[in-house]
């Protein structure tokens, strides 16, 4: 921090805070009664909108901080929540002095659970030390634990990421059929992203599929439209078999399919039954 803040008893401070989504749309918000234009990003006036205290330590646990308030402004809606738009959005939060602009970051983290009440909400922030708490270290499991065309998997994401547009919906159903895409079968356990209307930018995961349909995790929007567009990432069941048949990949298995599992292990010898007579 460049300044000392708060040295009189009265300056022309206000507490700002920035929210970038992880479909690419930015936001900021200023406590301050009007809007603020600094850093490359207009932040809107909220005053309704505030952070509880933010603390700060050298230890390893997490910092902690919350920030609530009242829907009022149409960049952040009820359903916008809803659909996960702001799940894991990195948010930054500090002061500004609202005549010079100046400005400094106090906390930088990510948006946790968000929860949402008659009209307004809470979002719980992590910290970057909250990934101090993590376990890292692999558990065997038959099944493998590398993320699909991530880390350990290898294989090239671009590969399996194929465009396509809709061409039949069932909202009763929460189904889609696309043109252009791979196999539904294929999309089993993967996931799209909306390219078009009013889901853009909100990805979905395919959790069924009925012949050349896919049924989603979340409701569709009735303004989706024939033509539309996704891109859709193929699904993995995470299986050596799959692996090796599908992909050419077993080489790359991070699983131990063939680990005797708890129960066998726990078993012991059982006296046999008595011949008849």
């Known amino acids: 921090m460049s300044r000392v803040y708060f040295r009189s008893e009265?300056?022309?401070?206000?507490?700002?805070?920035?929210?970038?989504?992880?479909?690419?749309?930015?936001l900021g918000f200023t406590s301050h009664n009007r809007d603020?234009?600094?850093?490359?990003?207009?932040?809107?006036?909220?005053?309704g909108m505030l952070p509880s205290a933010i603390r700060r330590d050298s230890s390893l646990s997490a910092d902690s901080a919350e920030v609530s308030g009242a829907l009022t402004h149409d960049a952040i809606t009820a359903s916008d929540l809803e659909t996960g738009r702001y799940d894991g959005a990195r948010i930054a939060i500090g002061l500004v002095d609202w005549e010079t602009l100046d400005h400094d970051t106090l906390y930088?983290?990510?948006v946790g659970a968000i929860g949402n009440d008659a009209g307004s909400f809470a979002a719980e922030l992590r910290s970057a030390k909250s990934a101090l708490g993590e376990d890292h270290v692999p558990r065997t499991s038959p099944t493998c634990r590398a993320r699909f065309c991530g880390h350990g998997c290898s294989l090239s994401a671009?590969?399996?990421?194929?465009?396509?547009?809709?061409a039949s919906i069932d909202f009763t159903d929460n189904r889609v059929i696309f043109a252009g895409g791979p196999s539904a079968a294929d999309m089993l356990d993967g996931h799209l992203r909306w390219l078009d209307g009013p889901l853009a930018g909100v990805r979905m995961e395919v959790v069924g599929v009925e012949e050349s349909a896919l049924e989603l995790d979340q409701m569709l929007d009735h303004g989706l439209q024939a033509g539309m567009r996704a891109l859709l990432r193929e699904g993995c069941n995470h299986t050596l078999d799959t692996c090796a048949s599908r992909f050419a990949n077993s080489v790359n298995f991070q699983g131990e399919p063939f680990l005797p599992g708890n129960d066998l292990?726990?078993?012991y010898p059982v006296p046999s039954a008595p011949a008849a007579s």
Do not use: K, M, N, Y
């Open 108 to 110: 930088r983290g990510e």
């Open 10 to 26: 009265l300056e022309p401070v206000a507490t700002f805070w920035r929210i970038e989504r992880q479909d690419g749309i930015a």
């Open 158 to 166: 671009a590969r399996f990421t194929h465009e396509a547009s809709i």
């Open 36 to 47: 603020l234009w600094f850093d490359g990003l207009l932040h809107r006036a909220a005053p």
């Open 265 to 267: 292990l726990a078993r």
